[in-house]
């Protein structure tokens, strides 16, 4: 029996495809660069640089959510997702490859204009990327099931319009260096969920419109914006 003073949240979760099991998440990572290079040839390959979310961020595929507070310039950002399954600290890419135990197709929404005006003054992006409802996640696929997925297209559209595409295989950092770099910097562990990155094409959205994404060999995510609450 336990002593807290009010009820403990519940466990933010994936479920696991093909299976009744869920995924437990701890922890959301997200990868952020240039979106006009994030897909395609980059020369310079800067560090990666990051971002977090809270778990509690974590709303499933096929949702309807409202617009959110405090912005006018709500923007989608679909990205392939990592889920980790082993624990992993300062390893090198090929040991990292092997701790990348599931995937799922993944929506980084941000309140751009706040992100805009935190760059601007350097401050930092909690309230552009880390709101409630910004992290939303089809089911996991394992990769014993599916295999690597080191190409393929990603997409998405809004409305039947596409306003994204891209290729996996044109991602400036690997998934395994994505997962080397992040390791030396956190000790990943099972529960930790990596957003990797977003094709060109990013831009806002109102209410009544509906997102659906796909990336080829994991399949389809789907999100409603409904009207501000």
Known sequence: ???????A??????????????????????????????MGADP???????FTKPASALTPSGSTVPYPTETRNYHYEMELVIAIGAPVFKVTPEVAKAAIWGYAAGLDMT???????AKAAGKPWDT???????AILTDIARV???????KGAITLGVNGVEKQHGDLADMIWSQAEVVSNLSHLY???????????????VGAV?????????????????????PAE
């Open 187 to 201: 000790r990943l562990h099972p529960g930790d969920l990596i957003y990797t990155g977003t094709p060109a094409g």
């Open 44 to 50: 310079t390959r800067e560090p990666p640089f990051y």
């Open 128 to 134: 552009a990327k880390g709101f409630d409802q910004s």
């Open 111 to 117: 309140r751009r204009d706040l992100q805009a005006a």
């Open 9 to 38: 949240a519940e466990i933010p979760s994936a479920a696991v495809r093909g299976t009744d099991a869920r995924y437990a998440v701890s922890r959301i990572f997200c990868v952020d660069a240039d979106h006009a290079r994030e």
């Open 206 to 226: 109102v209410p009544g419109d509906v997102l659906v994404g796909r990336i080829e060999g994991l399949g389809e995510i789907t999100l409603t914006v409904g």
């Open 1 to 7: 029996m336990s002593n807290f003073v009010f009820p």
């Open 144 to 150: 014993a099931d599916v295999g690597l997925l080191e």
